[in-house]
């Protein structure tokens, strides 16, 4: 059974910082593709940023291109998602997601095929 564990979440002032990290278990990281979403409150759930198997690709939505990185510890079976400028639009719950049957590639299409999803992490940026 695949479980993810989110955390990293936090109180943050515009232009802060923070890092989330998800920790899995029941899938290896290495070979498979996995999603960080957002869910601010009143708005659905997106998709906002992906990385394939093995680091071959990322995939990150406009409003964070630029300011979001995210990246994977093998060793750990953790994924990361480093948070940089951020800004009150960014408050939201943060959960990372993957496909349990393991697809390994990321674009704007593996954000529809995530069927496993960690509890989420609350971030909020105010001043």
């Known amino acids: 059974q695949v479980q993810l564990v989110e955390s990293g979440g936090g109180l943050v002032q515009p232009g802060g910082s923070l890092r989330l990290s998800c920790v899995a278990t029941g899938i290896t990281l290495e070979y498979s593709a996995i999603a960080w979403f957002r869910q601010a409150p009143g708005k659905e759930r997106e998709g906002i940023s992906c990385?394939?198997?093995?680091?071959?690709?990322?995939y990150y939505v406009e409003a964070v291109k630029g300011r979001f990185t995210i990246s994977r510890d093998n060793v750990k079976n953790t994924v990361y998602l480093e948070m940089n400028g951020l800004q009150p639009e960014d408050t939201a719950t943060y959960y990372c997601?993957?496909?349990?049957?393991?697809?390994?590639?990321?674009?704007?299409?593996?954000?529809?095929?995530?069927?496993?999803w960690g509890q989420g992490t609350q971030v909020t940026v105010s001043s």
């Open positions: 997601a993957v496909d349990s049957g393991g697809y390994g590639y990321c674009n704007y299409n593996y954000f529809h095929l995530v069927d496993t």
């Open positions: 990385t394939s198997k093995r680091d071959e690709s990322t």
